[in-house]
């Protein structure tokens, strides 16, 4: 099946720094969101991207579906950032939906 | 427009007893997806059931462990005989329909404890 990589594992920034955290697949994929797991552990949704760039306030996320990664932008961290942000993908190759999630990256603003 | 609901949110069982976990999806929505999520870990894939059908239960253990989504009321996933390790954070997730436009939207989760 699909393998979905992210990386930094782990990431701490001074509040105000920007970061940028990353999703490798390994294969085609009709599907990819962005989610911020928050400390109190509620799944947010960020970005619905299976191509392209978008943008929402200081973050952005891009992904190039013909290199089999994205990227998640992060301007201008806040302690609010917080939390473990995991990318989801949906393989092309498969006859039905099955969303396979990468094992996250941690994330600590600290003030 | 409600958002996916889950409940219980907590729950706490003695070893040996049973665990129904129930989740409404969102309106519209017939995609339904159960993900374990361990302490300190990412979310594990457990079950993919639309209205009446489970499509993929390849990430279910194969004993205790059972989930349906019927033609009416929510989707309920079912743990028999509940051990320690099945502690954990169970989250559901909707999404409307196809593929191409299958945006998940999750719950906000039901933690099971087991004493």
């Known amino acids: 099946g699909i393998q979905v990589e ?24 009709n599907n990819l969101q962005w989610f911020h797991q928050n400390p109190w552990g509620q799944l947010i949704n960020l970005f619905y991207i299976p191509s392209g760039t978008k943008q929402n306030g200081r973050l952005s996320a891009t992904t190039v579906a ?16 917080s939390g473990v942000y995991f990318c989801a993908v949906v393989a092309s190759k498969t006859s039905y939906d099955k969303v396979i999630f990468g094992p996250g990256t941690s994330l600590s603003v600290i003030p | 427009n409600a958002g996916v609901m889950q409940n219980p949110r907590h729950l706490v069982r003695r070893r040996g007893q049973e665990a ?12 339904v997806y159960w993900y374990r999520q361990l302490p300190e870990e990412g979310l594990k894939f457990m079950v993919y059931l639309q209205k009446e059908n489970i499509i993929d239960e390849s990430g279910m253990p194969k ?25 954990a954070a169970y989250f559901c997730a909707s999404s409307p329909n196809s593929r191409d436009t299958g945006e998940l939207f999750f719950g906000e989760g039901s933690r099971l404890t087991v004493l």
């Open chain 2, 63 to 87: 004993e205790r462990f059972s989930a349906e989504f019927p033609k009416e009321g929510p989707s309920i996933l079912r743990i028999q005989q509940v051990v320690r390790g099945d502690s």
């Open chain 1, 66 to 81: 013909t290199e089999r990664y994205s990227l998640l932008y992060i301007s201008s961290s806040q302690t609010t950032d």
């Open chain 1, 6 to 29: 992210q990386s930094p594992p782990d990431l701490i920034l001074q509040e105000g720094a920007n970061s940028t955290l990353r999703c490798n697949f390994s294969d085609s994929v």
């Open chain 2, 20 to 31: 129904r976990l129930r989740c409404s999806p969102m309106k519209g929505h017939s995609h």
